[in-house]
């Protein structure tokens, strides 16, 4: 039977006597920076004893609250840490964020911190789970605050500083999009750049027509294009890709991605038609696709060398070419797959990217039967693509191989049909 807490428990802890669970904890958090076992060990060990007496008397007071959901914790931690980050993915894939979200505060509230299990599972969130772009932004959020991700002296950063560095980068897009959204939601029209970026589809064009850009928001627009590249690894995909063409037009200064030069005209070896005839919202479209793919690799191929150690000394899975390039000719080989997401229809260029050796050009095209914007390979391995707008019905695709030779046009239906 534990003892029951004291007074002095609650000054050992530094915080006053309370029935708020999280406050013990972060008490507790707080006193252990200055109170650690290497420090400290007499310390330590009172410290731990006081936290556990009120713990354990607040969650007996407590005893009515919901059980974690039936997961069985194993007593080892991997296999506990295993455990959570499996049943929270499961939550996730249903898209409840908010019971992902709930149940996984209550399940680390229930092992003290400092613990071989909750240590376990941190390390394998850090791994697995906080730099997934699908991850929602408030389940990263209570992540980040539960763990204290923001210390740059704290355990996350001590055990692999690389790989904390990467989560310091999510956490400072992640506070980016945040001030976005707070600036819009304040309909100040000093901020209205904010306003049109986080703005619906379709939205930012009628705001536009109404009211175009002083000079001052376009160099507002030029600072927080500059924000997202940036940024662009986590959080482009939660962008409009027309609103975001949109508002490149509307500013003067040479584009965040341009066309490609017109492609040969078809020749003995074949390649794409030139001169081709698109309304202007057709060329908005495939300007938005740019934006949203080019960019979207590009910058994933340098956040990937920044984060990933193994990545920066050259890590490329791609097939070697010879091995590629008849898959590549293959009709039954997908160039690009498409997946269901909480956030919408994903668009992944895994599929052509691991025969990125066989290639010597890739161009797309959104709504358009000839493709005719030139995609940049990445060197080496990383995650590539982009949510999908709406109003992109098909993808177009379309290859120079190594030899010249120009592939037949593929094309892949997106929302078209849906």
Known sequence: MTDAPTAHDWTTLGIVPTVDLDA?????????????????????????????????????????APADGGTAWAEDAADAARAFVDRLG??????????????????????????????????????????????????FRMLAARFDWHDIQGRAARMDAERHAAVLDRIAAEEWMQGLHDAAASGDRAVRVAALLVAPPGRAAALLSAAPLDADERQQVRRQFEALLAHAYFVLTRFDGATLALLREAVEGPPLVADAPPAPAPGPAGGPAIGMSLSPRRRLLVRAVAVVAAVGAVAGQLWWKQSRPEAARGTDTSLAEEVATP????????????????????????????????????????????????????????????????????????????????????????????
Do not use: C
Not at 377 to 401: K, N, S, W
């Open 24 to 64: 013990v904890r972060r008490g507790y958090r707080e006193r252990l920076r200055s109170t650690g076992p290497e420090r400290d060990p007499e310390g330590f060990q009172a410290l731990r004893q006081a936290y556990e007496r009120l713990l354990a008397h607040l969650e007996h007071a407590q005893a009515g």
């Open 90 to 139: 499961a939550l996730r894939a249903t898209g409840d964020g908010d019971a992902a979200r709930a149940w996984a505060a209550q399940a680390l509230g229930r092992h003290l911190p400092g613990s071989a299990a909750l240590d376990a599972i941190e390390d394998l969130l850090l791994d697995e789970v906080a730099l997934d772009t699908r991850l929602s932004p408030p389940l």
């Open 327 to 418: 898959l590549l000719k293959d009709p039954r080989t997908p160039w690009l797959a498409l997946r269901e997401e909480p956030a919408g229809l994903y668009v992944d260029w895994a599929p052509v990217m691991r025969l990125r050796r066989a290639v010597a050009e890739l161009r797309i095209g959104a709504n358009v039967e000839e493709p005719a914007t030139a995609m940049p390979l990445p060197a080496l391995d990383a995650p590539i693509g982009f949510v999908a707008p709406r109003d992109i019905l098909f993808l177009t695709m379309r290859v120079r191989y190594q030899d010249g030779t120009w592939s037949e046009v593929r094309r892949y239906p997106v929302w078209e049909g849906r």
